[in-house]
């Protein structure tokens, strides 16, 4: 049987690429035990290919495969969901690898190949991810072809497995645009559909914000109808945090409403934002946004929330108002909460608060004057503070005089508290990079930050940033300019590497127009665009009914083009049409039904004088068009050379 046949070199030598391009962009994602495994799995099957030796014994593989399914178990608690599932795909495709002794064996580890390669698609959908699965498909494509013709060249192998591909891309581009769109995570089981997600937490800790610090990961992306608000009114919003433990902050009561609880003034910004999903309610709204947000809650703490967590990325148009006053009539029971604080928790701190409250029983003067202690203390901003014991802010204030932006604000709020004054933490990110190939305005997790409100009788909640105290620079030009020499940047931050931060800056613009335009294409777009090519309000059987007729069609066009390729590429058809048109001008056509042979002895007949070279020329063209062999290309030019100089008189 075919199927049963041993692999040749060349077809395990295609396996062991197609194997190899598929599983290296999963390194990123699978345990390092893994990792290692299938590493040496591929590289004992790569030894045993080039020293032509025999595949292990099964039961050595079984041992292996039981190993790993153990191990899968052990890393990740359970079998069921993406990431073990990707995890036990990828060490089964390295055993059918290694075991391989048929021609089936590689169409299995082929069928295997094809689905990791989408499976890269469930952590991630960069351009990046697409360009990597694409060379992993045109090699595991290669393989198959090779399954088929042994005895074809390599590289018309891969031109052939191009060809494939690119004829499918008008089948892509119809599916694409006309298949419902289904929102949420490509694969995944409640207990790890989201995993892998990176952005503010809904509590707060010492250190907590400081590790995000050094992540360059995207949060949002923001492009303005104009210039965008000046570094200092970057604020957008998060986490509002009231409820305090003496260590951990933590939300308070909110209220949620449909419209906001503000009357918005001054200067509109207008933007566009697009969310990276963080399994979180809070769109991260510059301060303040108006009434004009489809699909979101108005919380009673300024936060602008979506109906559902953002689990994929997220676009919304906004218009915000950074200088609009808020919270005059804040009721009591939330500024209650705001002066609330554990007892027996910070005692020094606590008695600056008095010293500096007994002084004035002006809320502002006692802003002030906590605000200029604070600045007197020496306190230096780092992105590596020490540790902090039970009364951290006695020990960031009088002991270490090192921290985060969270380590300021926890400590401001404490110190506005104690002396009485209602206050609270907010979290989120302030500030952002323009891209200058696109020009949108890029907010990393090294972005966030956390910063202060004060509730001023007659003014509201104040914005305090007991950050710019220390390190001034962190509002205007961000987190690199703002840390000390000693402190680890992210690589693309420091100093010196202006071409590399040009490069991502590119490559993040293209990731951006790939976003909106390829992963932004959602449901609302795909109706709006039958719409306007005037198909009103098109429903599943509509869009079944475009699907048969786009598919068909290009089907159709696909089958003309082919036959049409055949007929003007084949040298050697060419050749033998050229043959039988100089006959025919001499009335000795062809006709439909006669094969070559039977032409040539009638053809020996009518031209007795030229028989040998008549017979020839047909001989030789029956010998290239169906003979075992396919034909070579300099046997067609010598046969074409010999129709050319061929004389009848």
Not at 366 to 382: F, Q, S, V
Request: with cysteine.
């Amino acid at each position: 049987m075919p199927e049963m046949r041993a692999p040749t070199s060349a077809q395990l030598g295609w396996l062991l690429a197609a194997v190899t391009a598929t599983l290296a962009p999963h390194a990123v994602e699978l345990p390092y035990w893994l990792i290692a495994l299938c590493t040496s799995l591929i590289a004992i099957r790569a030894a045993l290919l080039w020293r032509r030796g025999k595949p292990p014994r099964q039961l050595l593989i079984l041992l292996v495969a039981i190993a790993a399914g153990i191990g899968v178990r052990l890393e990740f608690g359970h079998f069921f969901g993406k990431d073990p599932g990707v995890a036990l795909l990828a060490v089964l495709l390295c055993l059918k690898l290694l075991e391989s002794h048929t021609t089936r064996d590689l169409r299995a580890a082929v069928l295997l190949a094809y689905f990791l390669q989408l499976g890269l698609f469930f952590y991630n959908q960069t351009p990046g991810i697409a360009a990597l699965a694409l060379a992993g498909a045109l090699l595991t494509t290669t393989t198959l072809l090779s399954l088929e013709d042994a005895a074809a060249r390599p590289a018309a192998q891969l031109r052939t497995s191009t060809l494939l591909l690119a004829q499918g891309l008008p089948f892509m581009l119809v599916l694409f645009v006309l298949f419902p769109r289904v929102q949420g995570p490509l694969w995944g089981l409640p207990s790890d559909a989201y995993s892998g997600m990176t952005g503010l937490s809904d509590t707060m800790t010492p250190g907590s914000i400081s590790q995000l610090g050094l992540s360059d990961a995207i949060a949002f992306r923001a492009e303005f109808n104009g210039p965008p608000p000046p570094p200092p009114q970057r604020y957008w919003r998060g986490p509002v945090l009231s409820r305090y433990d003496g260590r951990t902050w933590r939300p308070g009561f909110s209220t949620i409403a449909a419209a906001p609880g503000y009357a918005p003034s001054g200067r509109a910004y207008e933007y566009r934002l697009t969310l990276e999903p963080h399994n979180q309610p809070w769109l991260l709204a510059l301060d303040f946004p108006a009434a004009n947000v489809p699909k979101a809650r108005y919380a009673g703490d300024y936060r602008l929330l979506a109906e559902q967590p953002l689990r994929t990325r997220t676009r919304v148009e906004l218009r915000s108002y950074p200088a609009t006053t808020v919270g005059k009539d804040e009721s009591a029971f939330v500024l209650a909460e705001a002066r609330r604080l554990p007892a027996d928790v910070n005692p020094q701190g606590r008695a600056l608060a008095l010293e500096i409250a007994a002084k004035s029983a002006d809320p502002a003067a006692i802003l002030a004057g906590t605000l200029e202690r604070m600045r007197g203390m020496g306190l230096t901003y780092t992105l590596n503070p020490p540790l902090l014991g039970t009364h951290a802010v006695d020990e960031f204030l009088f002991d270490t005089r090192q921290g985060f932006c969270e380590h300021f604000a926890s400590a401001f709020v404490f110190l506005m508290r104690a002396a009485g004054l209602p206050a609270r933490v907010v979290t989120g990110y302030q500030g952002g990079e323009i891209n200058p190939v696109d020009g949108s305005l890029v907010v990393r997790q090294s972005d966030a930050h956390a910063w202060a409100e004060v509730w001023l009788a007659g003014r509201g909640w104040v914005r305090v940033d007991p950050t710019a105290l220390s390190a001034p620079a962190r509002i205007e030009s961000g987190l690199s300019a703002a840390l000390q020499e000693w402190d680890a940047l992210p690589l693309l931050r420091r100093p010196g590497l202006d071409w590399l931060r040009d490069m991502r800056h590119r490559w993040e613009a293209l990731s951006n127009t790939w976003n909106q335009w390829v992963l932004g294409y959602n449901s609302e777009r795909q109706r709006d665009l039958l719409e306007r090519i005037g198909f009103r309000q098109p429903d599943w059987r509509m869009l079944a009914m475009l699907l048969g007729v786009s598919a068909t069609t290009l089907m159709l066009l696909l089958m003309a083009w082919a036959f049409a390729q055949r007929r003007r590429r084949d040298p050697l058809d060419a050749a033998w049409a050229r043959f039988s048109r100089k006959l025919a001008r001499h009335g000795a056509g062809r006709h439909p039904w006669e094969g070559p042979l039977d032409y040539g002895k009638r053809l020996a007949m009518t031209f007795p004088g030229r028989a040998a070279p008549l017979r020839a020329i047909s001989e030789r063209y029956a010998s290239l068009r169906y003979g075992a062999q396919p034909a070579d290309p300099r046997s067609v030019r010598l046969l074409a050379r010999s129709i050319r100089r061929l004389k009848l008189k």
